[in-house]
């Protein structure tokens, strides 16, 4: 079973300021409008409603987290998880690019997705979600912009790839590996990046998308042990008598 199944509802913010003090790994999710991001978290976590698809695109204005691992605190908060147990956390941003959002609040998404990709210690990957039948709009493209220089790795979820036929589907990949091949970091060296070509209608790619998350959260690795608690030493007469 994956363990991204696992997700449940951790927070959601709207602010820099507001972002949880975790210290465990984060994948943000990141996509235009109507791309498909919301679906292809609800069908990678095995899940219906986990990430909010709202009908009117462009309307889901936060930063929304899901963590992974972590037991729930008591029977009657469900909603409350143990914060030392959280293994790793799925970010979803808000989706860019949607004519009919206010100019304040497009501004706002922008300073707050470019400043979180950027600063955010704790993130370490970006999983950029692309509708395959379109090219890359100019915001996905700032988002790589932004992100790029950071030398973390990105994957790349190409979606709706049922709705083309294999020779279309061929070249959206060949076209995304191209423009993803482009970009460098910091110091010059190409930027880390992954792609594939994916469909929530027909399952196709979940088990490569799901690995390559797994992967970059740290979660094929080991669950860290808690330390031993230290037991007291035994008591001096007892080990006299013992060695009598």
């Not at 899901?66 to 790793?88: L, M, N, P, Y």
């Not at 470019?114 to 600063?119: F, I, L, P, W």
């Not at 196709?204 to 042990?225: C, H, K, M, Q, S």
């Amino acid at each position: 079973m994956s363990q991204l199944w696992q997700a449940r509802f951790f927070t959601t913010v709207n602010h820099l300021r507001d972002l949880p003090g975790t210290q465990v790994p984060e994948i943000a999710f990141a996509g235009r409008s109507n791309a498909g991001k919301s679906t292809a978290i609800n069908v990678l976590c095995n899940q219906k409603k986990l990430a909010f698809a709202s009908k009117t695109p462009g309307r889901t204005q936060h930063i929304n987290y899901f963590s992974i691992g972590g037991a729930h605190v008591g029977q009657h908060r469900k909603d409350e998880t143990r914060v030392d147990e959280i293994r790793g956390l799925l970010v979803d941003l808000p989706g860019y690019g949607y004519a009919e959002v206010s100019g304040n609040a497009k501004l706002h998404w922008q300073a707050l997705l470019g400043d979180y990709v950027q600063r955010r210690a704790q993130l370490a990957a970006l999983v950029l979600i692309v509708d395959s039948r379109r090219p890359f709009t100019e915001l996905d493209i700032q988002m790589l912009e932004w992100f790029a220089p950071t030398g973390k790795p990105i994957h790349c979820i190409l979606t709706k790839s049922d709705k083309l036929n294999r020779n279309d589907a061929t070249n959206a990949l060949r076209q995304a590996q191209t423009i993803l091949a482009s970009y460098v970091m910091e110091d010059g060296s190409p930027c880390p990046f992954t792609v594939q070509l994916f469909s929530a209608l027909k399952r196709t790619g979940l088990d490569e998308a799901t690995d390559r998350i797994e992967t970059l959260l740290g979660l094929n690795l080991p669950a860290p042990e808690q330390a031993a608690p230290d037991l007291p030493d035994a008591p001096q007469a007892a080990d006299d008598a013992a060695q009598a």
